[in-house]
């Protein structure tokens, strides 16, 4: 169950992609999956939750935010190689539940959201992105 792709990600991070939360508490509680693994791209269970579309619905989603950072510690202002947060993830695929919850659930104010959501390795905002897939103008102006 703990064995990995040739990159690194793991079945967690993929139930996490797919907003399993019943399988992403099975793997941690019953097989010690590690919940603060990072691939080789330093994704780790919150970049992937963050683009996930929730297969069991939005609220799933959230469910399973909340878990990995109550429950497993997962940090969700980590950076990947290309310094994407979560949050850049969650505007990439117009995942606003997350981006929502994001902002409610580090109490966040402006200036936290622009820091999550600063530049990446490529000068993209989290904000530029969610523009640059269609994200409508009033929402992506955190």
Not at 41 to 49: L, Q, T
């Amino acid at each position: 169950v703990n064995i990995s792709s040739g990159d690194g990600t793991t079945p967690l991070m993929m139930a996490c992609y797919g907003g399993y939360v019943s399988t992403v508490k099975h793997l941690v509680q019953t097989h010690a999956s590690d919940a603060l693994a990072m691939n080789d791209w330093n994704c780790g269970a919150a970049h992937f939750v963050a683009m996930s579309l929730g297969n069991e619905g939005t609220d799933s989603v959230i469910a399973l935010c909340k878990y990995l950072k109550h429950d497993c510690g997962v940090d969700f202002g980590s950076r990947q190689k290309q310094g994407h947060t979560p949050l850049h993830k969650a505007a990439s695929r117009k995942n606003r539940h997350v981006i929502e919850w994001l902002a409610n659930e580090t109490k966040s104010t402006k200036q936290d959201m622009e820091d999550l959501g600063g530049l990446d390795d490529g000068g993209n905002r989290a904000s530029c992105i969610w523009f640059s897939v269609g994200g409508d103008e009033d929402f992506g102006q955190w």
